[in-house]
């Protein structure tokens, strides 16, 4: 009997700390980065290209225009991601626009709430991209999650990233 209270104790401590964690921490934030061998200028333009992101995502199924604005700030898109055998749908806006500069992106798909933000900087005909991520729900569960899987979606992008360096580095 002492060694199930002992063990119901140790699970209540466990469970105490998992949602506290939402409490704690309200948004979950990691940075990426890629040096490009190519200028700002051709990097933007391939990265702004909401189309090509298939060549360097490839869990992206479909992309959908909803609003594409002529100034590209608050363009919005419909994304389907193939994730193993689950299909997820999100939303796509662009949040700021700065040629050669600056892209911003606000994803909210399903229970993730995503602003990515991607800086490019050149300097020697190479594009330096950054980017500054947060990541947060709309789920209070989801949210006491998503701190402990803060290097897997820093793998992911970094990942994103370099592919998309090969496919311009290749391509453009």
């Known amino acids: 009997m002492k060694t199930i209270k002992i063990i119901l104790i140790i699970i209540s401590v466990f469970a105490l700390l998992f949602l506290a964690t939402g409490l704690v921490v309200k948004e979950t934030n990691y940075t990426a980065s890629v040096i490009v061998d190519k200028p700002a200028e051709v990097v933007f333009n391939a990265f702004a290209d909401v189309e090509s992101s298939k060549n360097w995502i490839p869990e992206i199924k479909t992309i959908e225009t909803v609003n594409k604005n002529a100034g590209v700030t608050g363009s919005v898109y419909n994304i ?24 911003t992106f ?6 993730m709430l995503k602003k990515d933000d991607y800086n490019f900087t050149e300097e020697n005909g190479k594009t330096k991209i950054t980017l ?5 729900s709309d789920s209070y569960i989801v949210s006491c999650i998503f701190p402990y899987f803060k290097g897997t979606f820093q793998e992911q992008s970094q990942m994103y990233l370099n592919n998309f360096k090969d496919f311009v580095e290749e391509t453009k």
Do not use: G, R, W
């Open 106 to 111: 606000f994803f909210d798909a399903e229970n």
């Open 132 to 136: 500054n991520a947060k990541c947060q």
């Open 80 to 103: 389907t991601i193939q994730n193993n055998d689950q299909e997820i749908n999100m939303s796509e806006k662009i949040l700021a626009y700065v040629p050669h500069k600056k892209i």
